[in-house]
């Protein structure tokens, strides 16, 4: 039978299907673009290819495209209805993911992964800060990512795709200098891994290499195609090093032209997350952001994100909501807040409505009792920092610099935060 790269069959009696369904797969996991080309291919040669239409699925699903993820997973059941073992399960588990039953699929996952440790497809809906254990508003998930992680390693060996996910694992967990030697060996592997890129950038901020990973970044984004699924997520790392070095016109040309609605093909999640961080992270920086910017940003959130779902959407879309002065999506947020951490959204959405009121005590009140366990929202810790530097600004606001600097210096002692909150050097 023949097998994807990491030796899972794959039912497919088409010797096409199976390279063009092996190409996919690799794209998908270094996000890179042509995941849907190759499987047109596929399914091209081999129309009953259920794998190549569940592959499909997921795909679409992490762009957002829910109706074509749902079609093409039931077109990935029905295909595959006489299918067993491995197979069989790789199907239940992404209907569960695709249908809105994430429950149950993690639990199918983590029952599949004793069995099938090298099923990549199905390990990577675990790894990385934007996964079933990353979204699951669990406190201690960063523990529970590393330990899934470093369970898998001794079936993944020296694997690049790999050791880039236990890289990030290890660095969120406070790990650095395993996570350098991890990411390093996977980039030799497979340097033009978007996701590889990416878990590198994260280990320059985390140590306070600003201008190294500024050019780093920036140098590897020129050979990435617009339509690669992390453009957007790694165009925002080096728009955030760009504020940090006084680069503001490139700033604004990165806002503009890749993580602006009207311009980057990538998720919506990224999307509204990357530009609604910048745009505060520049506020905080003391870089004005004009108010027609704002308007449009919460416009887009209350269409890509209408009903509150997921925390760490839900934060960005309030924050957006706010700043533009938009309270009646703000109060959907703050009132009808769902999913495993809504008890954090409340409070970090009543923080910036109080910010844009002016009201810092208000903010700072809102804010202390979510520091401790704001992983609970998702997220890396890079992207998290902007919680850490709101609280930041609303203590210097109210007079209080020594004690935000005691704050700065016990959360985050090693990133670069030069000129991150005004007046904090101060």
Same mark, same amino acid.
């Given at each position: ?8 069959? $794959?039912? /497919?009696?088409?010797? /096409? ?8 797969? *690799? ?22 290819? #259920? @794998? ?11 762009? #957002? ?11 990935? *059941? ?30 199918? *996952?983590?029952?599949? =992964? ?60 406070? @790990? ?26 994260? =280990?320059?901020?985390? /140590?306070? @290499? ?10 590897? $984004? ?38 602006? +609605?009207?311009?980057?093909?990538? +998720? ?21 952001? %004009? ?42 947020? $703050? ?9 954090? *959204? ?11 009121? &002016? ?13 401790? &366990? ?8 890079? &992207? ?19 004690? #935000?600097?005691? $704050? ?13 909150? %005004?007046?904090? #050097?101060?």
């Amino acid at each position: 039978m023949p097998t994807d790269p990491y030796g899972n069959p $794959l039912h /497919t009696a088409s010797a /096409t299907a199976r390279d063009a369904y092996c190409e996919a797969l *690799v794209a998908y996991l270094d996000a890179l673009p042509g995941v849907d080309e190759a499987l047109d291919r596929a399914i091209s040669a081999d129309p009953d290819f #259920a @794998q190549a239409y569940m592959l499909k699925a997921r795909n679409a699903q992490v762009f #957002a495209r829910m109706t074509d993820a749902r079609a093409l997973m039931a077109q990935a *059941v029905g295909n595959g209805r006489d299918l067993s073992g491995q197979a069989r399960a790789q199907i239940d588990i992404f209907d569960h993911l695709i249908n809105g039953r994430p429950r149950e699929g993690y639990a199918a *996952v983590r029952a599949h =992964l004793l069995e099938y440790p090298r099923d990549a497809l199905v390990a990577q809906t675990c790894l990385g800060v934007f996964s079933l254990i990353g979204f699951s508003g669990q406190p201690g998930r960063e523990a529970e990512h590393l330990a899934l992680a470093e369970m898998l390693a001794p079936a993944y060996g020296q694997d690049g795709w790999f050791l880039a996910q236990l890289a990030f694992a290890q660095m969120e967990a406070g @790990q650095l200098a395993p996570a350098e030697r991890a990411i390093d060996a996977a980039l030799a592997q497979r340097p033009r891994s978007a996701h590889g890129a990416h878990i590198r950038a994260h =280990l320059f901020y985390e /140590t306070g @290499q600003t201008a190294a990973g500024r050019d780093y970044l920036s140098d590897w $984004l020129a050979g990435y195609d617009r339509a690669g699924m992390m453009h957007c997520h790694n165009s925002w790392h080096v728009a955030l090093w760009s504020l940090a070095v006084g680069d503001i016109d490139r700033m604004w040309q990165i806002a503009d032209h890749d993580l602006s +609605p009207d311009a980057s093909q990538s +998720p919506p999640l990224n999307i509204l997350t990357d530009l609604a961080s910048l745009y505060w992270r520049a506020e905080l920086a003391g870089q004005a952001v %004009a108010p027609d910017r704002w308007a449009r940003l919460s416009d887009y959130a209350a269409r890509a994100f209408p009903e509150p779902a997921l925390g760490f959407a839900d934060i960005h879309a309030a924050l957006a909501h706010a700043m533009a002065g938009q309270d009646e999506p703000l109060m959907r947020i $703050l009132e009808n807040a769902r999913g495993p951490a809504a008890d954090q *959204v409340a409070p970090c959405a009543t923080a910036f409505r109080a910010i844009a009121r &002016q009201d810092w005590s208000g903010a700072e009140a809102a804010l202390l009792p979510v520091m401790a &366990q704001h992983e609970r929202l998702g997220g890396s810790r890079a &992207q998290r920092d902007l919680l850490d530097y709101t609280l930041l600004h609303a203590l210097i606001r109210q007079g209080k610099p020594d004690e #935000a600097r005691r $704050l700065l210096a016990t959360r985050r002692p090693l990133t670069d935060s030069r000129g991150a909150v %005004a007046g904090l #050097a101060a």
